[in-house]
């Protein structure tokens, strides 16, 4: 069983940066893959970016790009998000997730992850 726990989320203005924190409790975290997902109110949720149990790995969604940086450090069991450049578009509620196993497509999809956290929300004003 893994617990995790999101924080960082805030109010900021288009062009700041935030860092989102999730914080793990639980056995074994270092050997799950990870995630971060966001999802607007009457919306899907959608994948933004994804990182492998070691850190060695990680991916994208497109609209991030550049702009966002997923990394985690398994001493601490954290995974952290490092938003820059923020869009009014970007404003979200963004959930942490773990999973025993993901590859290839399976990190986009929400349903492959096992573990989620209760979301921090992100508003970024114009």
């Known amino acids: 069983q893994v617990q995790l726990a999101e924080s960082g989320g805030g109010l900021v203005q288009a062009g700041d940066s935030l860092r989102l924190s999730c914080a793990a409790s639980g056995r074994a975290f270092s050997r799950y893959a990870a995630g971060w997902f966001r999802q607007a109110p009457g919306k899907e949720r959608e994948f933004v970016a994804g990182?492998?149990?070691?850190?060695?790995?990680?991916y994208y969604a497109d609209y991030v790009k550049g702009r966002f940086t997923i990394s985690r450090d398994n001493a601490k069991n954290t995974v952290y998000l490092q938003m820059n450049s923020l869009k009014p578009e970007d404003t979200d509620v963004y959930y942490c997730a773990a999973a025993i196993s993901v590859y290839g497509s399976s990190w986009y999809r929400g349903d492959e992850y096992d573990y989620w956290g209760q979301g921090t929300q992100v508003t970024v004003a114009s």
């Open positions: 990182i492998g149990w070691s850190g060695g790995n990680s």
